[in-house]
């Protein structure tokens, strides 16, 4: 069983900053495909970002794409997430997700892929 823990989520300005992180708790942590996604009030989860066990490989969503920036410390068994530029529409809980390997791009971007989830950590950005 792996656990995963958020934590850097808050109240920002548009416009401005925050840095989400994520720890693991997988022996094998660099193993894993790690995703960040979000959740609007009465809207479906969104896929964020994910990077996979080669830190050279990431994707992002259509929305975050140039402003947000995933990367992982394996010695740390962290994941983060850097949100720049950001606007009211990324208001969101924000999910940390993992699964043991690697798959498609498609994978990837699928909610339904990964085996396991964090809490959440709430991100809100005033207008």
């Known amino acids: 069983q792996v656990q995963l823990v958020e934590s850097g989520g808050g109240l920002v300005q548009a416009g401005g900053s925050l840095r989400l992180s994520c720890a693991a708790s997988?022996?094998?942590?660099?193993?894993?495909?790690m995703g960040w996604f979000r959740q609007a009030p009465g809207k479906e989860r969104e896929f964020v970002s994910a990077i996979i066990r080669s830190v050279l490989s990431t994707y992002y969503g259509d929305s975050v794409k140039g402003r947000f920036t995933t990367s992982r410390d394996n010695a740390k068994n962290t994941v983060y997430l850097q949100m720049n530029i950001l606007e009211p529409e990324d208001t969101a809980v924000y999910y940390c997700?993992?699964?043991?390997?690697?798959?498609?791009?498609?994978?990837?971007?699928?909610?339904?892929?990964?085996?396991?989830w964090g809490q959440g950590t709430q991100v809100t950005v005033s207008s």
């Open positions: 997988a022996r094998t942590f660099s193993n894993y495909a």
């Open positions: 997700a993992a699964k043991n390997g690697g798959g498609r791009k498609s994978d990837y971007e699928s909610h339904e892929w990964y085996d396991y």
